[in-house]
């Protein structure tokens, strides 16, 4: 017949297992809490092997870490922390299988940071269904006071802007709403251009938010450097556009194009660049919409010599000569048929004077020769505008 084991003997069992427990939860988070002391965060600027070379040792550290213990043997507390160690080694489904029992904990702070790392999960995945999820639920948690999470919004919300846009500007928007702390500048100078750009802004209310970020972010010099470069962007709108006399060659014409000869009917500026997918993309719209509006509208595509080349086909090719990129060039529009009026100008001048500070960029420019519509980077509902304004509707 076995013996009971006397009540003060379990006692003793439990108290040497919690304190072993204790102690490897302890052990953990010290060794994690060196780890990003020595790490974190990793530099930006540097040699870039440098800085790979660091990347690798710090995920090599974080490996060996996880490997010293069983993320079950390790209290709910804890087990976050692996969670976001295995979100730093890319190992989103791992994570998630910790995280989402998590999510229902009884103590709201484990809730907070299970759905705070869901949501970053879901981000990676660019999966709309779960961020907007776990979205709602860390709101629900937090009872709307989210003043804490601006980072995690804005760079949420940076992830979604190519698969649930109105997901992406909600995030961005309850983001902007709070201060975003100096550390998150990168996250918040993107977010203010996606703002701006694919917002559905017009021109005063532009205006509007830019005095806003400007007002908040005044000790910023980073963020006031692209609301500055903004403003001009809407300062160039009314003004007359100016000319397309800088050194440059003209492909798909015989002689250069002037905007000065064009008066009288609409003109389309397309600053592209095969390397730049935005630009692919937003081609086909482009061509149907130079092809409808010919008999109102002249289409013109104008790029630079960039000393490089890539296009959907063609891997990177570095340190080119004018004669090599242009031939490039080349048999990029004759590949595609694309007998447009093409520009490639011999620096940045050109772009400079039409405000083209990022690419995709469109100038839509009125009969009278003035800039009537801009567009910089994404072309959401801008070439129905451009439609309606050519048709006169």
């Known amino acids: 017949m076995k013996k009971k084991l ?61 490997e010293s213990v069983e993320a079950a043997q ?45 949501m970053r999960i879901a981000a990676v995945r660019k999966d709309a269904d779960s961020m907007r999820r776990h979205y709602a639920q860390l709101v629900e948690v937090l009872e709307g006071n989210l003043e804490s999470e601006a980072q995690l919004l804005l760079e949420s919300g940076i992830r979604m802007r190519d698969v649930d846009l109105e997901l992406a500007l909600e995030l961005i928007d309850r983001g902007l ?66 000319e397309l006399d800088q050194p440059g060659t003209w492909l798909n014409s ?44 002249t289409t013109i595509m104008v790029t630079r010599f960039y000393g490089f080349y890539a296009d959907e086909e063609t891997p990177v090719r570095r340190n080119l000569s004018r004669e090599e990129e242009l031939k490039l060039l080349q048999n990029y529009l004759k590949a595609r048929a694309i007998d447009l009026p093409f520009l490639v100008a011999e620096n940045e001048e050109t772009h400079n004077r039409f405000n083209a500070s990022a690419i995709p960029h469109y100038v839509l420019i009125a009969p009278d020769g003035t800039v009537a519509e801009l567009c910089m980077e994404r072309a959401h509902g801008f070439f129905a505008r451009v439609e309606a304004r050519v048709m006169g509707e």
Not at 10 to 21: D, H, K, N, Q, T
Not at 85 to 103: I, K, S, T, V
Not at 276 to 284: A, I, K, V
Request: glycine share 4%; aromatic share 8%.
């Open 177 to 242: 709403s709070v201060p975003v702390p100096q550390s998150a500048d990168a996250a918040l100078n993107m977010a203010i251009h996606i703002r701006f750009v694919d917002g559905g802004l017009g021109h005063r209310e532009r205006g509007i938010f830019l005095d806003r970020m400007a007002q908040q972010y005044a000790d910023r010099p980073q963020i006031m450097n692209q609301i500055q470069r903004k403003r001009g962007f809407l300062e160039f709108l009314g003004r007359p556009a100016p």
């Open 6 to 66: 006397k009540p003060a003997v379990w006692l003793l069992l439990l108290a040497v297992f919690a304190a072993c427990s204790t102690d490897r939860d302890a052990r953990f988070m010290r060794k994690w809490g060196q780890i990003q002391a020595e790490f974190e965060p990793l530099p930006a600027g540097g040699n870039r092997s440098e800085r790979e070379a660091q990347a690798a040792r710090y995920k090599e550290k974080l490996t060996s870490l996880l």
């Open 254 to 297: 015989e002689m250069a194009v002037q905007l000065q000869e064009l008066k009288g009917r609409w003109v389309l500026l397309d600053f592209f660049a095969p390397w730049c997918p935005d630009c692919r993309n937003s081609l086909p719209q482009f061509r149907q919409l130079a092809e409808k509006l010919k008999q109102r509208m």
């Open 74 to 118: 390790l209290n709910d507390s804890t087990r976050l922390v692996y969670a976001r160690a295995l979100l730093e080694l890319n190992r989103e489904d791992a994570a998630e299988a910790l995280l989402l029992p998590l999510a229902s904990h009884t103590e709201a702070a484990v809730r907070r940071d299970s759905h705070k790392n869901l």
